[in-house]
């Protein structure tokens, strides 16, 4: 065996990579998305905080989860052309990387009644935790597990049980705006990185959920809490 072969590939998701890789990103699972753009003018007091990621992303999900509860009727999963209700408190998932450079979820509820710094501590303190039980029945068998949990409705209660309608996910990556994705079942936020006191903001959705109107004036309402 060469050097070559001993390299380990990249894991995308702690305990299930084959379930992420042969079942997430598969292509009936990635839905074509509408995207919107708009750029924030961040206020002064954030505007001082432009270069520090944690403060950024914690202010960006305080705002993304107030405008859930300005359009609640956006807080909705979409599962193959059926819409479920998310419940209240909103929910918003932020998507984290890992120390071992796969990715990693946190669920925040009510995340716009908390503090900025008290959100901080608890995206940091969870940041690297794997919360998830191992599934080897996942792991060994991804498709099948994925046919199982589906047409037996349990991908539907594990999905709006343990996730949100709304993904955020602060890559810090210049123009990374450009190349978003929406998943499946919730809508999707990124975050650019802010420059000049001004911050792109990128929503992806599909169809299912709403139209562009009223996904325009969600995307508004984030910005508006921004600025």
Not at 76 to 101: H, M, R, S
Request: hydrophobic share 45%.
């Amino acid at each position: 065996m060469n050097a070559y072969h001993k390299i380990v590939p990249l894991p995308v998701r702690q305990g299930h990579d084959n379930f992420a890789r042969r079942v997430w990103w598969r292509s009936f699972e990635l839905p074509a998305a509408v995207t919107l753009r708009t750029t924030v003018k961040l206020r002064p007091g954030l505007a001082a905080f432009q270069k520090d990621p944690w403060q950024m992303l914690s202010a960006v999900c305080r705002a993304a989860s107030a405008a859930l509860t300005v359009h609640p009727r956006l807080n909705f999963y979409t599962f193959w052309g059926n819409l479920v209700w998310a419940g209240l408190p909103p929910k918003v998932c932020v998507i984290l990387e890992n120390k071992d450079q796969s990715c990693g979820e946190i669920v925040v509820s009510d995340a716009h009644e908390m503090r900025q710094k008290d959100l901080v501590a608890h995206l940091r303190d969870t940041c690297n935790l794997n919360l998830e039980l191992p599934d080897n029945l996942r792991r060994m068998l991804p498709e099948a597990a994925y046919l199982v949990e589906r047409f037996s409705g349990k991908f539907i209660r594990n999905y709006a049980r343990y996730c949100a309608p709304l993904f955020l996910s602060m890559l810090w990556l210049e123009g990374i705006e450009d190349v978003a994705y929406c998943p499946a079942h919730s809508m999707a936020l990124y975050p650019g990185r802010p420059k000049d006191g001004q911050m792109p903001l990128t929503l992806c959705f599909n169809h299912q959920l709403a139209n562009a109107r009223p996904m325009g004036r969600f995307l508004l309402t984030i910005r508006d809490f921004l600025e």
